[in-house]
């Protein structure tokens, strides 16, 4: 039986990536550089998860050199714009995830987060939305920089699942990317995948249910998911 329901946080609990893809050109301004990430580019970028990793193949695609500590310091100025954009209230969560969060947590379920991004985002667009008691709602947190490798890498579910202490059968994880239905499959998780705008062509087979919006999401709906597909 499931007890425990894993979100990921960017693209599935709210449409975030438009704000990050704004944070990130901002902060480039900022270090007085000319790239610009349009749309179409970011949505090419996004197979890379996690900014540091994003920012570091952009400079190797275009015949960089990657000095780490430069991209630290870049990533931690659009960290800062990003969360100064979200604390202002930019990102609402997905019509449906509030309702799903009372209704689950009224029949007694776990809700946890395994996201890729890290952990001053996750505080700032909970905190926002949900308000400072954000983490009664979700005890156990996993985020990109307390694993060593991120998504499509299974580490930052298996992280949830220790904390959980939960075995995966018992768990579903929900999904808006390719990468992010990947991860969760390889740490043995059924996935509920929901497309958010920057995951309109990815790939979501290995889901065991695709919903076409969070409105769709129900508790009824977990007691349907077979824990093994
Ligand atoms: C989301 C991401 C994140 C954000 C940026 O992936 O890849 O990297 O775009 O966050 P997922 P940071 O939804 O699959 O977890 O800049 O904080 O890394
Ligand atoms: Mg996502």
Known sequence: MIDCVIF???????????????????????????????VALYRQLLKVTGGKERITHFIEQTGGVADPEFVARLHRAKTDIYTGMVDAGAVPLRPGVVDFIEAARAQGLTLAIATTTSMPNIESLLKSTLGAHWRDIFPVVGAGDMVEKKKPAPDVYELALRELGKPAEQCVAIEDSRNGVLSARAAGLPVIAVRSTYSSDDDLSAAAVELPDCEALTVDLLERINPRS
């Not at 609990?13 to 000319?34: K, M, P």
Request: aromatic share 16%.
């Open 8 to 38: 990921d946080m960017d693209g599935t609990l709210a449409e975030t990536e438009e704000v990050h893809r704004i944070a990130f050109n901002r902060a480039f301004a900022d270090f007085g550089l000319d790239w610009n990430w349009d």
